[in-house]
């Protein structure tokens, strides 16, 4: 069946290094790919997307790396902050998909230490 | 910058009663969804709204659930008897075309007694 799952449930790092968040899908048709970062009592926060005609694209200090061959996606944070302290969902939409719906992976807690 | 607004932030209800999650997607937005998220759990997609019907719904959005936008503003799910299982927050979120980034309300977290 269809997943998107992440490798680490929990990821530590020290204020000012850089992050690496990381999921895999299992959906070879899926074509668009979103990060989503979640703080407590909020609703999901659209970070960067990417379409499946891409391998990488730049924001303000993240960057998302495509690799469908092995169906694998990350997301990179540069100088991490402590309000980057969130949860980071990646989340994927089938190409056959014409409602829009939105499949997300479990979930990285991303915890940056002062 | 627009927000999509959800009402109430929390609702407690005795299970077998109805419900009614409020949203107010962004202004200019054409397409309309809601997602639950149990606690400590991923987001599921719920149901996809466009053209004042249903595009697309899941397996969980069953003869107890259903979608309204009763106006020009606002965007509603309605859980007709509620269960304990139903305890979960529930989001809703727009965009103005279905392949853009879909903005996310605050959520309500819904409480079944």
């Known amino acids: 069946g269809e997943s998107v799952g992440l490798h680490l449930p929990t990821l530590s790092v020290q204020e000012g290094d850089n992050s690496i968040i990381n999921c895999a899908y299992s959906n070879s048709a899926s074509d668009y790919f979103i990060w989503y970062k979640q703080e407590s009592g909020k609703g999901p926060q659209f970070i960067i997307d990417i379409r499946s005609n891409m391998d990488k694209r730049q924001g303000q200090r993240v960057t998302v790396l495509l690799n469908k061959t092995v169906k694998h996606l990350s997301l990179q944070i540069a100088a991490t902050q402590p309000g980057d302290s969130a949860v980071y969902f990646c989340?994927?939409?089938?190409?056959?998909?014409?409602?829009?719906?939105?499949?997300f992976g479990q979930g990285t807690e991303l915890s940056v230490k002062p | 910058e627009p927000e999509v607004t959800q009402t109430p932030s929390h609702q407690v209800t005795q299970m077998g009663q109805e419900v009614i999650l409020r949203c107010v997607p962004i202004?200019?937005?054409?397409?309309f969804y809601w997602y639950r998220q149990i606690l400590g759990q991923k987001v599921e997609f719920l149901v996809s709204f466009y053209n004042n019907e249903i595009s697309e719904k899941s397996e969980i959005f069953d003869d107890q659930f259903s979608v309204e936008r009763p106006d020009g503003s606002n965007f509603t799910l309605k859980i007709r008897s509620t269960k304990l299982e139903d305890s979960a927050m529930y989001f809703c979120?727009?965009?103005?075309?279905?392949?853009?980034?879909?903005?996310f309300g605050d959520g309500t977290r819904l409480s079944i007694l």
């Open positions: 202004s200019n937005h054409l397409y």
């Open positions: 979120a727009s965009n103005r075309y279905s392949n853009q980034p879909q903005h």
């Open positions: 989340a994927e939409a089938p190409i056959y998909n014409q409602g829009g719906k939105l499949i």
